[in-house]
């Protein structure tokens, strides 16, 4: 379960619709969910290295949603301005919820880098646990 080796294969098949690409995260935060709650039953060393890895991957996961959230709300925002969005809505109700959006986008993307420090300090912290 290396991080660059699943980057490098994912990107061979990665779809274009970013629908998919969120439905596909939101799956493997499940499958890790379901992992972790069966550590129990796997060998002490490789729990240990496994989870080093896995927290190392999340933090680059949160870094990288850090990223894009500002770009989602900026996207969100020019499309607004170019009049793409809403069909029948009023302006002034659809300026609002799109700038509604952008803020929590804002917010979301404070706290997505705050967990990406957060990681980093539980992936520094778990390298003493693994056994060389």
């Known amino acids: 379960m290396t991080a660059s080796g699943n980057a490098e294969q994912s990107n061979a098949s990665t779809p274009a619709d970013p629908g998919v690409l969120a439905a596909r995260a939101e799956d493997a935060t499940r499958t890790l969910q379901q992992w972790a709650a069966r550590r129990g039953t796997q060998e002490r060393a490789e729990?240990?290295?496994?989870l080093h890895e896995v927290?190392?991957?999340?933090?680059?996961l949160s870094e990288n949603l850090a990223r894009f959230l500002p770009e989602a709300g900026s996207w969100l925002e020019q499309q607004l301005w170019s009049g793409n969005l809403g069909d029948d809505a009023a302006y002034s109700e659809l300026t609002q919820?799109?700038?509604e959006a952008a803020a929590a986008l804002a917010r979301a993307?404070?706290?997505a880098s705050q967990l990406g420090r957060e990681l980093h300090t539980a992936e520094l912290a778990s390298r003493s646990l693994i056994r060389q």
Do not use: I, K, Y
């Open 55 to 60: 927290l190392a991957s999340l933090r680059q």
């Open 97 to 99: 919820s799109t700038f």
């Open 47 to 50: 729990h240990e290295s496994e």
């Open 109 to 111: 993307q404070r706290m």
